[in-house]
Structure formats: C-alpha cells, structure tokens
C-alpha cells in the first residue's frame, strides 16, 4: 500500500524537477500550427512521444464519417479528416482488481491566430513574459496538454506504474465539431472517468451550453420588377443581422437555466463571418452569413433549428425582395447539445481532494459559456468527465496567453488525481 501523502510529495518533487522540459515541451507544441483540419504535424509529434517517453501503446487513426455520421453526438463537417488525426496512448493496468479506468483528453487543434498583425509576437513562436507565455494554443489547450502528458511522466518516473488502465487521447476538430473525440470513443476507447485540461482557471466545469452553427446564404434569385434598378445583395444583409440578434434577445428573455442564472445572456449569439461580392465595380448576386447559436442544457437542436428558420421567414416575410428572393439556411458544424454534472460524484471528489493538496484553497466551480468535447463523454457514454486546467486569457483571440505556475500546478494535481483514482504501485 503506497502511503499517499508521501506520494503526492514525491509526485509533487518529480514535477519541479521536469518542469524546464514541460515548458520546452509546451513551446515544441505551440510552433505546430495546428489549426482545426491541419492537426497532422502535431500529432505525429505526440504519437512519437507517447510511445517513445512513455512508453504507452499508441494508437493513430484518422476519424471515418461513415462511422459516426448516424450518431446523435455527429456534427457535420464541410471540410475533410485528410489530416486531421486522431492519437491515443494506452497503458494497461496492472493490477485491475482495485482503482478505476481514466482518459486524460485534450484537443490538438487551435483556432485561427488571425489577424496575426495584431500580435504583440508572433502566435507560432511562444513568448515568455511576466510568468505567462504567449501563443495561439498556449491556453485552449496546450497548456493543458503539457499538464497531462507530465503528470504521468511524473509517475512513471518515480517507478510507479497505474493498477488499472489509463489512457491519453489527443483528438482534432473540436474547436468546429467534436467529431474527433466522438471518433475516438465510437472506437471504443472508454473509461469510467475522464479529465479535459480546458483552461478554466483551475476551477472545475458543472455545467456547458450547447452550440448549433448556421449559414444563412442569400442569393438574387429574380430581378426586381417593382424598382427601375436591382437591389443589391449587401443591403439586404442588415435586415438579417439585426434580426438575429432580436432572435438572441428573445432566446435569453424566454429561456433560462438554474445552473447559468449567474450569467446575463447564457444563449449567445455570434455572427462570425460575413462575405458578399468580389469586385468593387460589379453588382454580387451572392452573400452569406455564418453563426453560432448556444443552448441550454435540455433544448434540442432540432428545435433550435426549427426556430431559428421560423424566425428569419418571419422577420423577411413583409419585405418584397425577401419575398422573391428567400434566404436559405443551412446547418453545418457543430451539432452540441448542452450538459450538466453532478458534483459530488466520486471523480469531483477525488479531484477536489488533489486540487486542495496541491494549491491549499477549496475548490471552486464554474459554468461554462461555450462547449467541450466533455459532452460526449456525459451524454453518450455515460462517462463521468470534468474539464479542468491551468489559468490563461485570449482564447481565441489575439495575444493569447497561459500563466506557467497555473501549469505547474495543475500537473501536480493532475499527477495526485491519476494515481489516486487509478491506483498505483512500484514497478
Ligand atoms: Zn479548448
């Protein structure tokens, strides 16, 4: 029986002692460029690594639509899985009689660093300063990555092996549908608990909202008959801007959630990308808007969708170019419902009981105002998860940053956690 105080203090000393190879680590990832569809490079890194460092027996595959594309969780893509692979590091327990099984999942991919001229440095080559380190990807998640790949570096090097089996899973695309971590379970990588290092400050997540991504295309289907000249395209475009974010305020004034009463619009709105035309003397006959929409924990997307194409019918149905020319809405990328947990579990506890070993403060909680991948987990498998991480700022925005000392911390939490919950013993 391994005393486990002495073990977290050990742990603890093995963490400090690699920590200059956790940072180098670290900025090896965030100089791959990973962003979502171009994850390929990063991975085969990773893969190199689980197996080489950690001896873990490593799986890499790329996620196959056909065998996912029936599933409740699926979110259609647009684009393909070419590159866009999927790495997984499996350490068969010891000694399964005792302990529980464990997934530590992070996402490799990153959003756009776009405008990169904003930067204060360049987001592909890491900056440290001021104890933060600066880069797309330093926070959501590479940080957090780092943070999961050391702790069980820690424990394996202290000589100790996990009784029951543990597993890494590094998956793409989460930041546009989900569909690698569904991929990686749908092939039967599961566990009875999982752990995402989501940046979110050290504070463990009870709750998510879903998110449901639209393009509304609007295109000169008939000329005008009732003007002299034809209308164009860019004007109309306003009448579905404002009218979608009436749609936001109505969603918020008519919905809301116990868990997300602390939040003033919980069902978020955003329009992320217009594009309309391409010369500046020719008249475009084609424009298009592209969104997200959140949801509740319990609204479905179905319903969601529906409302969202009643509202736009309704909010153009007097206007006489809408009339000829109705917008056309389609759904495409992320198809995420909602989801909540139960914090007493057994998981919570045992995390709870690390995170207070290692920072001496009592855990917090928070809601969060976007999705995870945690949701399959919850949802579909029935698999207890909680997404938990280190401190950063920026995500997905310019000058993203993570705090480093957040980073060493959460890996000795992490290194606690997994050798409580799994259980652990000398080699
Ligand atoms: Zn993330």
Same mark, same amino acid.
């Given at each position: 029986?391994?005393?486990?105080?002495?073990?977290?203090?050990?742990?603890?000393?093995?963490?400090?002692?690699?920590?200059? %190879? %956790?940072?180098?680590?670290?900025?090896?990832?965030?100089?791959?460029?990973?962003?979502?569809?171009?994850?390929?490079?990063?991975?085969?890194?990773?893969?190199?690594?689980?197996?080489?460092?950690?001896?873990?027996?490593?799986?890499?595959?790329?996620?196959?639509?056909?065998?996912?594309?029936?599933?409740?969780?699926?979110?259609?893509?647009?684009?393909?899985?070419?590159?866009?692979?999927?790495?997984?590091?499996?350490?068969?327990?010891?000694?399964?009689?005792?302990?529980?099984?464990?997934?530590?999942?992070?996402?490799?991919?990153?959003?756009?660093?776009?405008?990169? $001229?904003?930067?204060?440095?360049?987001?592909?080559?890491?900056?440290?300063?001021?104890?933060?380190?600066?880069?797309?990807?330093?926070?959501?998640?590479?940080?957090?990555?780092?943070?999961?790949?050391?702790?069980?570096?820690?424990?394996?090097?202290?000589?100790?092996?996990?009784?029951?089996?543990?597993?890494?899973?590094?998956?793409?695309?989460?930041?546009?549908?989900?569909?690698?971590?569904?991929?990686?379970?749908?092939?039967?990588?599961?566990?009875?608990?999982?752990?995402?290092?989501?940046?979110?400050?050290?504070?463990?997540?009870?709750?998510?909202?879903?998110?449901?991504?639209?393009?509304?295309?609007?295109?000169?289907?008939?000329? /005008?008959?009732?003007?002299? $000249?034809?209308?164009?395209?860019? %004007?109309?475009?306003?009448?579905?801007?404002?009218?979608?974010?009436?749609?936001? =305020?109505?969603?918020?004034?008519?919905?809301?959630?116990?868990?997300?009463?602390?939040?003033?619009?919980?069902?978020?709105?955003?329009?992320?990308?217009?594009?309309?035309?391409?010369?500046?003397?020719?008249?475009?006959?084609?424009?298009?808007?592209?969104?997200?929409?959140?949801?509740?924990?319990?609204?479905?997307?179905?319903? =969601?969708?529906?409302?969202?194409?009643?509202?736009?019918?309704?909010?153009?149905?007097?206007?006489?170019?809408?009339?000829?020319?109705?917008?056309?809405?389609?759904?495409?990328?992320?198809?995420?419902?909602? $989801?909540?947990?139960?914090?007493?579990?057994?998981?919570?506890?045992?995390?709870?009981?690390?995170?207070?070993?290692?920072?001496? @403060?009592?855990?917090?909680?928070?809601?969060?105002?976007?999705? $995870? /991948?945690?949701?399959?987990?919850?949802?579909?498998?029935?698999? /207890?998860?909680?997404?938990?991480?280190?401190?950063?700022?920026?995500?997905? %925005?310019?000058?993203?940053?993570?705090?480093?000392?957040?980073?060493? /911390?959460?890996?000795?939490?992490?290194? @606690?956690?997994?050798?409580?919950?799994?259980?652990?013993?000398?080699?």
């Amino acid at each position: 029986m391994v005393d486990s105080r002495l073990l977290h203090e050990q742990l603890s000393r093995k963490v400090e002692e690699l920590w200059q %190879e %956790e940072l180098e680590f670290l900025k090896t990832m965030i100089r791959f460029p990973s962003l979502s569809g171009k994850e390929h490079r990063l991975q085969l890194f990773l893969a190199d690594y689980l197996t080489t460092k950690l001896k873990l027996q490593v799986d890499r595959f790329t996620p196959a639509i056909q065998q996912i594309e029936k599933h409740p969780g699926f979110s259609p893509p647009k684009w393909t899985y070419e590159y866009s692979d999927i790495v997984i590091g499996t350490h068969k327990g010891i000694n399964p009689s005792e302990g529980k099984t464990l997934i530590f999942q992070g996402h490799a991919d990153v959003v756009s660093a776009e405008p990169a $001229t904003e930067w204060d440095s360049s987001p592909w080559e890491p900056l440290e300063k001021d104890g933060r380190l600066y880069g797309r990807g330093s926070a959501d998640m590479k940080g957090g990555i780092a943070a999961m790949i050391f702790a069980y570096r820690a424990i394996i090097e202290c000589g100790y092996v996990p009784k029951n089996d543990f597993m890494i899973q590094v998956v793409p695309d989460e930041e546009r549908t989900g569909n690698g971590a569904l991929a990686a379970l749908e092939a039967g990588y599961t566990a009875d608990a999982a752990l995402i290092p989501e940046p979110f400050g050290l504070q463990a997540s009870v709750g998510q909202v879903g998110a449901l991504w639209f393009e509304i295309s609007l295109r000169t289907i008939k000329k /005008d008959d009732y003007k002299q $000249t034809q209308t164009n395209v860019i %004007e109309k475009l306003h009448t579905i801007t404002s009218s979608l974010m009436a749609f936001e =305020r109505y969603l918020n004034q008519t919905r809301s959630h116990l868990a997300f009463s602390d939040q003033d619009n919980p069902i978020d709105l955003n329009i992320g990308k217009v594009t309309a035309g391409d010369f500046a003397s020719n008249e475009p006959v084609h424009a298009t808007i592209e969104g997200r929409v959140a949801l509740l924990p319990g609204e479905q997307i179905s319903e =969601r969708k529906q409302e969202l194409l009643d509202w736009i019918k309704q909010e153009t149905k007097n206007d006489m170019w809408f009339k000829e020319n109705p917008p056309t809405i389609e759904f495409y990328g992320f198809h995420a419902e909602g $989801t909540l947990s139960d914090d007493t579990s057994p998981l919570f506890q045992e995390l709870d009981a690390a995170h207070e070993r290692v920072t001496k @403060t009592k855990p917090t909680r928070r809601t969060l105002p976007s999705t $995870t /991948d945690a949701r399959h987990f919850q949802l579909y498998y029935d698999i /207890d998860t909680i997404c938990y991480g280190p401190v950063g700022g920026q995500f997905h %925005e310019v000058n993203e940053w993570v705090d480093l000392n957040s980073i060493k /911390d959460v890996t000795k939490v992490y290194a @606690t956690f997994l050798a409580n919950w799994c259980g652990v013993e000398k080699k």
